[in-house]
C-alpha cells in the first residue's frame, strides 16, 4: 500500500492495445498481458477504473467520412463495450473483480453507469470498466476518460500510448522531435501536441486531474506509473 503514489485511478486505453501485432480484434495474449498488471496494482491496493477504446474494430470519426456521422459514432461506442467485456472476462479469470458500466444501456451484458455505484465498486476493490464512451455522438474516449475521472474523483489519469511519451512531433517521422518530461495542459493545447483531443485536455485543465503518458508497449509501465516512477510525460497546471 505504501508503495502507490495514486489510490484511485483512471487507466484510459486505446482499443489498439488489446490488438497487440495483429492491428486488429482482440489478441488474447496481450490483453492477459495487461490484465495481469492490472491485478498487480489491484492487490497493491489502487481502485481502478479503465476507459477503452475502439480503434481495433471501429473509428467513428474515420468511417464518418463515408456514412452519416451519429450513426458511425454510436457503432464505435458499441464496439467500446466488446472491448470491455473481453477485459472484463479476463481480469476475473484471473480473480479479479470487475464491473462493466455502460453509457448506453444493455442491461443484459452490464450495469448502466452510475456515479455512486461505480464509486461503491471501486471502494470495494472492483476494477469498474467505462464502456460507450460518454454516450453521445462527437466526443471521443478521451472525452470520456476525462469525464469519468472528475466524476469519480480520481487523482490520475495513466494514458497508455504506443510511443513512450509526448514528443514535439512523432518520433517515428522526426527524429529531431524532443521528449517532453513534464507539461502544462496550456503547452498541450497551444502547441497542438494532440495528447488528447482539445475538449478533454481543456476538461482535464477545468478539474485539476494530472495526465500521464506512457507507453503501453510494456505493461510493466501500469504499475511502474502508479508508483510514480519516473516515466513518461507528466501534464499538469
Known sequence: MSELKYKRVLLKLSGEALAGEKKFGIDQDTVWSLCDKIKEIVEMGAQVSIVVGAG???????????????????????????????????LESKGVYTRVQTAIEMR??????????????????????????????????????????????????????????????????????????????????????KVMDSTSTALCRDNNIPLLVFGIDDPENIVRAIKGEKIGTIIED
Open 56 to 90: 481495433n474494430f471501429w473509428r467513428g470519426a474515420r468511417n464518418g467520412e463515408y456514412m452519416e456521422r451519429t450513426t458511425a459514432d454510436y457503432m464505435g461506442m458499441l464496439a467500446t463495450a466488446m472491448n470491455a467485456l473481453s477485459l472484463q472476462d479476463s
Open 108 to 193: 443484459e451484458v452490464a450495469e448502466p453507469y452510475i456515479k455512486r455505484k461505480a464509486i461503491k465498486h471501486l471502494e470495494k476493490g472492483r476494477v469498474v470498466i467505462f464502456a460507450c464512451g460518454t454516450g453521445n455522438p462527437y466526443f471521443t474516449t478521451d472525452t470520456a476518460a476525462a469525464l469519468r475521472a472528475a466524476e469519480i474523483e480520481a487523482e490520475v489519469i495513466l494514458l497508455g500510448k504506443s510511443i513512450d511519451a509526448v514528443y514535439s512531433a512523432d518520433p517515428k517521422l522526426d527524429p529531431t522531435a524532443t521528449k517532453y518530461e513534464r507539461l502544462t495542459y496550456l503547452d498541450v493545447l497551444n502547441q497542438d501536441l
